[in-house]
Nanobody, 121 residues
Framework: QVQLVESGGGSVQAGGSLRLSCAVFGYTYNLNCMAWFRHAPGKEREGVALIDSNDRTTYADAVKGRFTISQDNAKNTLYLQMNSLKPEDTAMYYC???????????????WGQGTQVTVSS
């Protein structure tokens, strides 16, 4: 069984930075992709960034150039460095673990509980 635990959310002013972490407990051999998704009130859940087992990354257009996804395999931890934050980045952020990198949330078998990010103008 795999468990994901996010941390690092909080409140920040526009232009500020936050770093989210996602600790991974447990292992399943056929899981090769980790991702960050976010869900804001009144909006659909959306993918933010993906990283595969070869450290290849993909970003949503809305965060490209501002967010960086990375992973530390020795620490079993996924990160999301968020810079130049905007009010529209306000959402609950979730990490997810799946077998194939995709923007489709249903591709991810394991999810964390979420961490809230609030950006004020």
């Amino acid at each position: 069984q795999v468990q994901l635990v996010e941390s690092g959310g909080g409140s920040v002013q526009a232009g500020g930075s936050l770093r989210l972490s996602c600790a991974v407990f447990g292992y399943t051999y056929n899981l090769n992709c980790m991702a960050w998704f976010r869900h804001a009130p009144g909006k659909e859940r959306e993918g933010v960034a993906l990283i595969d087992s070869n450290d290849r990354t993909t970003y949503a257009d809305a965060v490209k150039g501002r967010f960086t996804i990375s992973q530390d395999n020795a620490k079993n931890t996924l990160y999301l460095q968020m810079n130049s934050l905007k009010p529209e980045d306000t959402a609950m952020y979730y990490c997810a673990y799946g077998s194939v990198c995709s923007w489709r949330a249903t591709n991810y078998k394991y999810w964390g509980q979420g961490t809230q990010v609030t950006v004020s103008s």
